[in-house]
Nanobody
Framework: QVQLVESGGGLVQAGGSLRLSCAVS????????IGWFRQAPGKEREGVSC????????HYVDSVKGRFTISRDSAKKTVYLQMNNLKPEDTAVYYC?????????????????????????WGQGSQVTVSS
């Protein structure tokens, strides 16, 4: 059974930094996509950053480019989202997600753009709050 366990959310002032972590267990495929979505109150879910574990390709939504960095520790089966220069508009619940089709029939761009949420595996969510 796939489990995605997140940690690292919290409250930070604008301009500050946070790092989210997601530990993946129970996953056996060698090719898949892993990334982060977020949902702010009253807004649609949004793919923030996605990574292909087979070739390391990454994708970021325009609003976080240059501020957020996705990375992975393959030995620990953990993915990270380093968030710098945080803004109040980054306030949201952040979810770790896995896409089993990336590296096979899907790309990281498609993973981050998808609205077919049931096709993804989801973590429990971590609240990130940025105060102005």
């Amino acid at each position: 059974q796939v489990q995605l366990v997140e940690s690292g959310g919290g409250l930070v002032q604008a301009g500050g930094s946070l790092r989210l972590s997601c530990a993946v267990s129970g996953w056996t495929l060698e090719r898949y996509g892993i990334g982060w979505f977020r949902q702010a109150p009253g807004k649609e879910r949004e793919g923030v950053s996605c990574m292909s574990v087979s070739d390391g390709s990454t994708h970021y939504v325009d609003s976080v480019k240059g501020r957020f960095t996705i990375s992975r520790d393959s030995a620990k089966k953990t993915v990270y989202l380093q968030m710098n220069n945080l803004k109040p508009e980054d306030t949201a619940v952040y979810y770790c997600v896995v896409d089993s089709y990336v590296g096979w029939t899907n790309t990281v761009q498609a993973m981050c753009s998808t609205t077919d949420y049931v096709s993804l595996y989801w973590g429990q969510g971590s609240q990130v709050t940025v105060s102005s």
